[in-house]
């Protein structure tokens, strides 16, 4: 399974950026668990917010209340919905896949984008 992401840039702090991430598998894309990681400099790789087959959904707490990740099953998409972006939140996002559709634990995850950087200043 291969993932591409887009939507990364450059942004002001409050402001928005609406990530997506492209799979391409059509056939059992819905089943999977999906999920956006972030890896800002000099930090280890954080899990941003996952979505299971049932859209359940889950976000770290430093990103509750501000970021909404959903997935277009028909498209084969999922997306990451960033609002009133912060400074912290500066770094490479990428999209990743358990196809055994566990989200729990990091190594479930088993196919990775490339990443896509966001800047906030």
């Known amino acids: 399974v291969q993932l591409v992401e887009s939507g990364g840039g450059s942004v002001q702090a409050g402001g928005s950026l609406r990530l997506s991430c492209v799979a391409s598998?059509?056939?059992?894309?819905?089943?999977?668990?999906m999920g956006w990681f972030r890896q800002a400099p000099g930090k280890g790789r954080e899990e941003v917010a996952s979505i299971d087959a049932d859209d359940n959904t889950i976000y770290a707490d430093s990103v509750k209340g501000r970021f909404t990740i959903s997935k277009d099953n028909a498209k084969n998409t999922l997306y990451l919905q960033m609002s009133s972006l912060k400074t912290e939140d500066t770094a490479v996002y990428y999209c990743?896949?358990?196809?055994?559709?566990?989200?729990?634990?990091?190594?479930?995850?088993?196919?990775w984008g490339q990443g896509t950087q966001v800047t906030v200043s």
């Open positions: 598998d059509t056939y059992t894309f819905s089943t999977y668990c």
């Open positions: 990743a896949a358990s196809g055994g559709g566990y989200c729990y634990p990091l190594y479930a995850f088993e196919y």
